[in-house]
């Protein structure tokens, strides 16, 4: 896997998140209601995730050590995240008031969805590999 | 009922800012001895100006000896006026909601905008959250829209809270202003929860804002004054809704502890209570003519009483202030345009008697007030305790207010308001009592106020503050 897609990603998953957040924080000004707005921000930060991943892996190979180098560029793109600076980044303000704690569960949710993406699109590579092989 | 008692609130906490029994003696105590203050102050100074000007006709005939000076004479008139701004008009929205799984959570936001009576405007935000239970039987499923109730529903229940609740006031030149102190205020709060409220990511979000021809210019305004309060309400209610027509019935006794903070350094300490009743039955029919009617048999009532200390800069207290307001709000009416066009806006009349603490006589006097009420203690101001005249006072309250209204009418000051509420209630109810307590409310009310009378005690009686009134 390439230092530069690699790199890309991590790019991508922070650039990403960020334009959503600012965009659902624009709608919050608007007037949209705070829950709503931070469940549309969950929903679409997920679904950054999921197709920075989903495009940044579909076509690498299923060495096993890419999960790793995957979940590296996506702490990587978390920290770049300039809501992580004010640990807003992800979903931890539906419950917990921003600080140390959301931090610690957006991380954890943040690196678990891209694991998760990562493991089934990279597991899908192996079985398609398999199929070839056969 | 939902609607009157908002109303109610919004009527009392919109001037500011201990067993069952006491909550009772505070609220009638105070309107009692205010009521009996400012009814009688007029007449009995009127009595002692009318004595001392035939005792100087007597003496300047040669047919009387030397006169007393008219108690209060030595004021300047100025100097009768009340020093609390008088409120014109406001106008406001109250937002607040509740789930009820077995106990209760309820919480809400407000905002008023009042014009003053020196051409100032005061924007007052606030917020509170409470935690009840309650008790009861029956279900209500029902929508409201501009105080018309629709649903199905049967239900009786009494409830109480512990309520706590906060806010802040901005002084604005114009109403304008007060309006964008609110808007700045909103997404001041919006920005904090977003970007937080001190670093680069919201430095970025304030300087893109102000690029895009946006200002945060209000943001970081600090407020005025600001209230922190505390207190327990308990209600009893019963309703019946069928469709397009609904009846109830409502008690309810509130009571809240708080204080009321400056920023040049003086505070109020404030005790409020109030109390109401009311019910009747409301909702649409259909003429023989086909046309929809609107009914309304309402009768409302209520009485608050807010007991006041203010403290100057170094925390002495300097003034004692005794506030009463009822109302009472009979409506008969029918309209084809719906609630809109019943004429039911409840008035309120507020009275007022204030006296400073200056000497070891006026605490005394104010403590008498206090223990007669039911206040057992007030830091600085109830330092003696004599059992035998509370005792007294309770059972003569009329000697007492003699004493109340004499000293506010030399020293202190008196007045008197009338205005008149208005608001329009948006909302949803759902609640049922299957063994366990289950409900959820919402509700949106837009409300305003209008001052119909002020008068104040000028040292000779009752005279109108034209500037105070609409």
Not at chain 2, 140 to 154: I, L
Not at chain 2, 212 to 233: C, H, I, K, M, T
Request: hydrophobic share 45%.
């Amino acid at each position: 896997m390439q230092a530069t897609r690699l790199i890309v990603m991590a790019a991508a998953y922070a650039a990403g998140a960020a334009v959503v957040s600012w965009a659902v924080a624009v709608l919050a000004l608007a007037g949209v209601p705070t829950v709503a707005a931070l469940v549309l921000k969950a929903l679409l930060v997920t679904g950054v995730l999921v197709v920075v991943t989903w495009r940044g892996t579909r076509d690498v190979g299923a060495a096993p050590h890419r999960l790793g180098l995957v979940a590296l560029a996506a702490l990587v793109g978390f920290a770049a995240d300039p809501f992580t600076w004010a640990a807003r980044t992800y979903l931890g303000q539906l419950v917990l008031p921003a600080g140390a704690a959301t931090l610690v569960v957006d991380l954890v949710a943040w690196t678990g969805v891209v694991v998760a993406t990562a493991a089934v699109v990279l597991g899908r590579a192996r079985a398609e590999a398999r199929v070839g092989y056969a | 009922m939902a609607r009157w008692r908002r109303s109610r609130e919004r009527a009392l906490r919109g001037d500011v800012g201990i067993g069952t029994i006491e909550y009772l003696g505070i609220v009638t105590l105070a309107a009692l001895l205010v009521t009996a203050v400012v009814l009688s102050v007029s007449s009995a100074r009127f009595q002692q100006h009318a004595q001392a000007a035939i005792c100087r006709i007597l003496v300047a005939v040669g047919e009387g000896g030397a006169c007393d000076d008219v108690p209060g004479t030595e004021r300047d008139p100025a100097d009768y006026v009340p020093l609390e701004p008088c409120v014109v008009s406001s106008n406001g929205r109250d937002e607040s909601g509740s789930l009820t799984v077995v106990v209760t959570l309820e919480g809400g936001e407000r905002w008023v905008i009042e014009r003053l009576g020196d051409g100032t405007y005061r924007l007052t935000r606030a917020r509170e959250g409470g935690l009840g239970i309650g008790v009861g039987v029956g279900f209500d499923v029902s929508v409201t829209n501009d105080n018309a109730t629709y649903g199905v529903g049967a239900y009786a229940d009494a409830s109480v809270a512990v309520v706590v609740g906060g806010g802040e006031s901005y002084l604005a030149s114009s109403a304008e202003e007060a309006r964008r102190i609110l808007d700045h205020k909103r997404n001041d709060e919006t920005k904090d929860l977003w970007f937080g409220d001190d670093n680069l990511l919201r430095d970025g979000a304030d300087w893109l804002n102000e690029q895009l021809g946006g200002s945060n210019r209000y943001e970081q305004l600090d407020p005025d004054e600001w209230f922190v309060e505390a207190g327990v309400e308990g209600d009893a209610s019963a309703g019946v809704n069928a469709l397009v027509v609904s009846g109830d019935a409502e008690a309810f006794l509130d009571m809240y502890l708080g204080r009321t903070s400056r920023k040049d350094g003086t505070s109020t300490d404030y005790l409020r209570a109030d109390m109401g009743i009311g019910g009747g039955i409301q909702g649409h029919t259909v003429t023989g003519a086909g046309y929809d009617l609107y009914k309304q048999f309402t009768l409302d009532g209520s009485m608050g009483a807010v007991m006041e200390v203010d403290r100057d800069a170094a925390g002495n207290p300097v003034a004692f202030r005794i506030r009463s307001v009822t109302s009472w709000n009979p409506v008969g009416d029918e309209s084809y345009s719906g609630p809109g066009g019943i004429d039911g806006d409840p008035t309120y009349t507020e009275r007022v008697v204030e006296i400073p603490l200056e000497t070891a006589a006026d605490r005394r006097l104010a403590t008498r007030v206090m223990h007669a009420a039911g206040v057992p203690y007030y830091p600085g101001v109830t330092d003696e305790v004599d059992v035998p005249q509370t005792v007294l006072d309770r059972f003569n309250p009329v000697d007492l207010a003699v004493e109340l209204g004499t000293a506010a009418a030399d020293r202190g000051y008196i007045y008197e308001q009338t205005y008149t509420t208005w608001s329009s209630t948006d909302g949803v109810n759902a609640q049922g009592k299957v063994g366990v307590e289950l409900g959820l409310n919402l509700q949106d009310v837009e409300s305003s106020r209008s001052t119909t009378g002020y008068r104040y005690y000028d040292g000779t009686g009752m005279v109108d503050r034209a500037e105070c009134v609409v």
